[in-house]
């Protein structure tokens, strides 16, 4: 018998002919969750994921694209932190479209205490009366206090002065300190050192006119300016520096501003007022026990570290003068691992007049953290006629 078709062959037999149908395979991976440190910390900030099983073709994404991102190059998943604490990575087999999750836990840099402090630069007269620092499209970025002119200095990591920004329609009554965000620059004429400020004035400026301008010296007008009223509770006329309402430090946190009091009397504490734009929709007091002073603030949003750095003062010729030099590390702030590292930062002058001597520490303003997790400050100048001279310096810490 030869084959009619395609099922009857020469033996005799007739088969019926089968199709061979791969069916999907479900979709596996090596493992279903990773810990990864931030940019900024000693863990590193990648771990990889395999596909073990699935059909050949996937995506991935995150669902918290600013704590962690997701790439993948054939079967291998590359994830990197970018700040704490926790996302979910999304990974899709695009023929079943089946689904499976990452969950990436991501670890703070520990900064624990500073192993020293490294002298970089004494400061251009013309920011004598830093008070504030930032780091931003790579530089330091400080400004004068108490009438100076309505300038942003942008410095190098060296401290020399390489531009300025003049905010136009700005007015510097008592700059104190600055802060940014993804889009913004926010600037705080908030100083109150004889408490019977009536209002304060934060001013916004946007870093894309900045980039806009290009380099050189600019003139950049202020996108929005912020009006505040008294704090309530403020002691208003309680006399200069002899109360707890002059402010001089702001973060931004989460998009929000955060004002914290200087506290001339009582060092045991801080209060920190939260604003979503003009508006308080937060005030409390931080019983941290700081110990000084506060005059400068910096928030390390990748790592959730609120950094504090101020001084201690002490009675010299009847005018209250730096003691000691301080700073505060809130790590984990908030949190119920929440933990504080308190520095003392040492710098020093021996001064002397007459038969009498002291030790005059240097009058610290400001701190800020740059993109690889260094962290610099800057003391004002302090000046006593016949017995303190000390210039505005710049300074790095080691961690």
């Not at 009438?147 to 920004?165: A, D, H, M, Q």
């Amino acid at each position: 018998m030869s084959p009619q078709n395609g099922n009857d062959f020469k033996d005799g037999f007739t088969y019926q002919r089968l199709l061979n149908i791969e069916l999907p395979k479900e979709l596996k991976l090596s493992v279903n969750s990773v810990s990864v440190g931030t940019p900024t910390s000693k863990k590193s900030n990648t771990a990889s994921v395999t596909i073990t099983s699935g059909n050949g073709t996937y995506s991935v994404k995150s669902r918290h694209p600013k704590k962690a991102v997701a790439s993948i190059e054939g079967n291998t998943i590359t994830i990197t932190g970018k700040s704490v604490y926790s996302a979910v990575i999304t990974v899709t087999d695009e023929l079943t479209k089946e689904q499976k999750q990452i969950n990436v836990a991501i670890e703070p840099k520990a900064y624990g205490t500073p192993k020293g402090v490294t002298y970089i630069k004494t400061l251009d007269p013309k920011v004598k009366e830093t008070s504030g620092l930032i780091y931003w499209n790579g530089h330091l970025i400080t400004h004068n206090d108490s009438g100076g002119k309505p300038k942003l200095y942008c410095l190098n990591k060296e401290g020399e002065i390489v531009r300025t920004i003049t905010l136009q329609g700005a007015t510097n009554r008592d700059w104190e300190d600055i802060a940014p965000d993804e889009d913004y620059i926010y600037v705080g004429d908030i100083g109150n050192n004889v408490g019977t400020l009536p209002s304060f004035k934060i001013y916004k400026v946007s870093k894309q006119a900045i980039l806009a301008k290009g380099e050189g010296n600019i003139i950049v007008p202020v996108a929005e300016i912020l009006s505040f009223p008294k704090l309530d509770g403020a002691n208003a006329g309680s006399g200069n520096m002899k109360h707890d309402w002059d402010m001089e430090s702001l973060i931004v946190r989460d998009g929000k501003l955060s004002i914290f009091t200087k506290q001339w009397m009582t060092q045991t504490q801080t209060k920190r007022f939260e604003y979503n734009g003009s508006k308080m929709i937060k005030k409390e007091t931080l019983n941290l026990d700081p110990g000084f002073t506060v005059t400068g603030a910096e928030y390390d949003e990748v790592n959730n570290t609120l950094f504090l750095i101020g001084y201690s003062t002490q009675k010299i010729r009847g005018k209250d003068v730096p003691k000691n030099a301080r700073m505060m590390i809130v790590q984990n702030w908030g949190k119920s691992n929440e933990s504080i590292v308190k520095y003392d930062i040492g710098l020093k002058k021996r001064v002397s007049v007459f038969i009498f001597s002291w030790n005059i520490a240097y009058q610290m303003e400001a701190i800020c953290i740059d993109e690889e997790g260094d962290v610099y400050i800057t003391n004002d100048k302090l000046y006593k006629k016949g017995y303190i001279n000390i210039p505005a310096q710049l300074y790095k810490l080691k961690f």
